[in-house]
Structures are given as C-alpha cells and as structure tokens.
C-alpha cells in the first residue's frame, strides 16, 4: 500500500495559476516510513496570518510580524529531532503577494513541512483562481500519509464553504444552503468563516479509518477548524466529523483557527487547538507533539500550553503553561 496518496491533484490550470503556492497542495516529502527512533516527534504551527498590513491593536493582532514570527519557530524547530512540521492552516491573512513573501521563509526548515489550507488561505487563494477565464475552482486538500504504525489524516474544511467559487460546481450553494440551515437552528458555528467536510471526502476519511483499523495503525488528524466542543469556531458540521473520529477511536485531532487554543476530550480521543502566531506584538506560539506508548506529550513554546495527555482515564492529565519558552 502506498505510503501517502493524493486524491484530488491540482489540474495543470491550477497548477499553473497558483505558481510556486502550488507547494501547499503538494504531499509532504516524508524521508522515510519510520520515525526517527522510537518515538514519533513532529512541530506544529497554527495561523501566522502574515500581511503587509498595519496591526489591529484592539485585537492584538499583528500581521507583519508573522514573518519575523515563523522564521523564529522555525528556526527553533530545526534543532529538533523531528519526523516533519505542520503548519495547521491560515499561512496568510490577505493579498495573493503575501505568499511570495511567507512562503520563502519555509525553505530554511530542514523537515518535511505539512500544510493545511485555512478559511484566510482559501479565500486568497480562491479569489485569485476564479479571477482566470474560466474560473479556476478552489482545489480540494485532503490528503493521507503514514509512518510505520500510524497513519495521519489532512482533511479540508473548506470542501463547502463560502470560499468555493463558480469552478467548484454546486459546492459553492450547498455552502449557503448549510449555512442558512444553521443560522436558523441558531448553532453557534454558523458564521461566514467557517466551513464543512463534504460527503466525498467523509466517505474518505471513514475508507481510511477502515484501513488504518484494519492494519492496526495509530490515527492522528490535521484539519484548521476544531471539531469539538460545539463553539462558534468548530466545522458546520464538526460534531458529525468527531462522531467519526471517536467511533474509530483517532487518537488526536490537532486544529488551528481559534487563536485562542483550547482542549477537549472525547473518549480515547484528544482535540487540540493551538493558539495563533498572529495574535500579540512577540510572542511566538507552536509545539512539538511526541507518541510514545500510550502518552501523548504537548511541549507548548512561546506561550502554548504543555500537556501530558495518557491514552487511559485513570491517568491524570497534566497541563503547564509554557510562557517562559522562547
């Protein structure tokens, strides 16, 4: 069985129009299917947001220190024994010029490198493709990989949303009629900036969970928008995606988007959320997970949150706040 697969490549139009963004559509260029030792070891990064734009002071949020910000964390990455980074989502904030300046910043890290579209890379990137005769349709960006023993899930919620655009079929409709059903149950997710898993890709993730039971792998899954607890940040139809999770006992789901981070539980299950590198004029937040056994191992830098996360429930969970990192 392959070791990553793509299901839904860029068409060489879209190849074409996102340049050297492109990148961010393409699999992680894994060195090898086992983990550097005995221990699985990976960074992640959530939201650096970067543009060229003045700060929004009132809400603490700095656009132009997103370069400084991940060359910094990945400068601290790179003296780190790890199996590859993921940069959970929302590389840049706005302007199609901000990934010529962002995007150069990762060719100094000497991991493999994980990308996850986020709700602000979608509509950058989206905007700039339906710009094109014909419009260029938002590309899918699920994806799977593995390392021996464990298998790990991209998945794309922004399959239907308001950021597909007229070469995206009737995703962009079903986006709006979700949307509106939401709005009228009065669901705390109903906001504009979210999005959802369409039924493709669900079929996907369950064929994977399916396989990876079946081959008896560890699961552990990036997407940008939390899942659960229900809060106005998590997917349209987040619960639907932790049920699944949960019911193939994945053993952690990581996220971005809602800078202020956060933790549930869920079963055997954790949901992380890492804070945004965007939000304050210095600090510099990202982690390093570590799986070894039973014990997940969240050492948080720049602010993140430690946590010692043990697969059973008669071991007590550990948090320690890491603003003396970095």
Known sequence: MSLKTLPNPLSQPQRLALGEAGILYQLPAIRSPDPADSTLRFGLIADPQYAD??????????????????????????????DFVATLGDLVDRHWSSYSELLPRYD??????????????????????????P???????????????????VIDGNDISLYCNAGNGDDLQQAREQ?????????????????AVGEKQMAWIEQNLQQAQALGETVIVFGHYPLAP?????????????????RYQVRAYFAGHDHRGGYYRRGNTDFITLK??????????????????????ITGFGGEISRILPLSHSEPLHEVDSESRL
Not at 117 to 129: C, F, K, T
Not at 179 to 195: F, K, S, T, V
Request: aromatic share 8%.
């Open 230 to 246: 229900l809060k106005k940040h998590i997917l349209w139809n987040g619960e639907v995606v932790a049920d699944l999770l949960c």
């Open 53 to 82: 734009a003045d700060p929004d002071v009132e809400n603490n949020l700095y656009y132009r220190h997103g370069l400084c910000k991940l060359s910094s964390a990945i400068s601290a990455l790179n003296d780190l024994s790890l």
């Open 108 to 133: 100094a890290l000497h991991h493999p490198h994980v990308a996850v579209i986020g709700n602000h890379d979608a509509q950058v990137i989206s905007e700039h493709l339906a710009a094109h005769t």
């Open 135 to 153: 419009p260029l349709g938002l590309p899918k960006s699920y994806y799977h990989f593995r390392l021996s023993g464990y298998r790990f899930l």
């Open 179 to 195: 949307l509106d059903e939401l709005i009228a149950q009065q669901q705390p997710q109903a906001q504009r900036w979210n999005g």
């Open 276 to 297: 945004g590198m965007l939000d304050g004029p210095d600090n510099v937040p990202f982690a390093v997970a570590e799986l070894n056994g039973n014990r997940l191992i």
